[in-house]
């Protein structure tokens, strides 16, 4: 116990969204993927090809066993013989896949894992392991979680993780923006995940989390989903609300407009998206939906800090690109 000194920062308590029974709180998402595949005990996995790269390098160096699967232009997986041995990796896309849409693709496979890294307010789904991260919708140094049944076995085996020492970024944005030494601290702290093994998730990002006001940036990424929805629906090559519903809080809005030249717009005007995994698009040949999903969607940011006055500004700046 210590008792006096200087004063810590002082946070709210009792907020942390995730609190399930036998909860596992890990350091990152590719680590709780690979800690529900070792409770699946299983022998393999198969992976999406639309899927982070750290997802399956973080595997490999586990030396789990891979395969990997396609999906159509419906989201759904191309798979036709899963072992009894050999769990599944579903993706809720975006965040913006129903409980109910993942809940029957669990139905359909003995072993199934759901990746609701981009849906970290997703409800978790029965008979599977859930994976959460809080890095994509809280701003913590490190953070994921995983849900089921007896999640939290073998953690007790897992060191510690201390994020304190790369976490400045966090403060410093407040101060300086997030371009310059800001983006150099913040990637500091990604290279000290990117080379880390499965931790426990540390103590400062629980701390954050139980401080975090989730109920109101569960309703205000809605409310942002919602109104770009309306704003970019009429230029949007894709539906994103295919499977939307009441239980979905997404991460993006994800927009498809077929123009490479969209997103150097987007950034010169500092809007700071990007592609996601566009190592996809060197790896798979053009008439796959997967290729076409890594080179031209540009996950719109919908997240807490905003509101509509971003996303009509956001509006302004694709249309005045579009219609050159």
Not at 31 to 43: D, K, Q, S, Y
Not at 181 to 190: A, D, G, P, Q
Request: aromatic share 14%; with cysteine; net charge negative.
């Amino acid at each position: 116990m210590e008792i006096g000194s200087f004063l810590e920062l002082q946070l709210p308590k009792g907020r942390e969204w995730h609190h399930e029974p036998h909860t596992a709180r890990l350091n990152t998402g590719r680590a709780a993927i690979w800690h529900a595949f070792r409770l699946t005990g299983c022998e393999a996995i198969w992976l999406p090809a639309y899927q982070c790269d750290t997802v399956r390098d973080f595997l490999q160096k586990k030396h789990v066993p891979i395969k990997y699967y396609e999906i159509n232009d419906r989201f759904d997986p191309q798979l036709d013989a899963v072992e009894e041995a050999e769990a599944v990796l579903l993706v809720n896309y975006y965040g913006v896949m129903s409980e109910s849409r993942m809940a029957a693709l669990a139905g359909q496979y003995r072993h199934p894992i759901i990746d609701d890294s981009q849906g970290f307010f997703a409800p978790p789904i029965d008979g599977a392991y859930t994976v959460y991260s809080a890095r994509k919708f809280v701003g913590v140094p490190d953070g994921a979680y995983v849900v089921g049944d007896n999640a939290d076995r073998f953690t007790d085996e897992y060191e510690q993780d201390y994020s304190s020492d790369t976490a400045a970024f966090l403060l410093s944005r407040i101060e300086y923006g997030c371009e310059g030494k800001v983006y150099e601290l913040r990637s500091i702290n990604e290279h000290r995940i990117d080379e880390a093994d499965i931790r426990r998730m540390s103590k400062l990002t629980r701390t954050l989390l139980d401080a975090e006001n989730n109920e109101f940036n569960r309703r205000k990424r809605r409310e942002n989903f919602e109104a770009a929805r309306e704003l970019f629906d009429p230029f949007n090559k894709m539906d994103p609300a295919m499977y939307y519903d009441e239980t979905c809080t997404p991460m993006v809005y994800p927009l498809v407009v077929e123009d490479d030249g969209l997103l150097p717009f987007l950034q010169k005007n500092k809007l700071f998206q990007g592609h996601w995994w566009s190592y996809l698009c060197d790896e798979l040949p053009e008439d796959r939906f997967e290729y076409w999903l890594s080179r031209y969607v540009i996950p719109i940011t919908i997240d807490q800090r905003y509101g509509r006055e971003e996303l009509l500004y956001t509006q302004k700046l694709i249309k005045e690109y579009v219609e050159a």
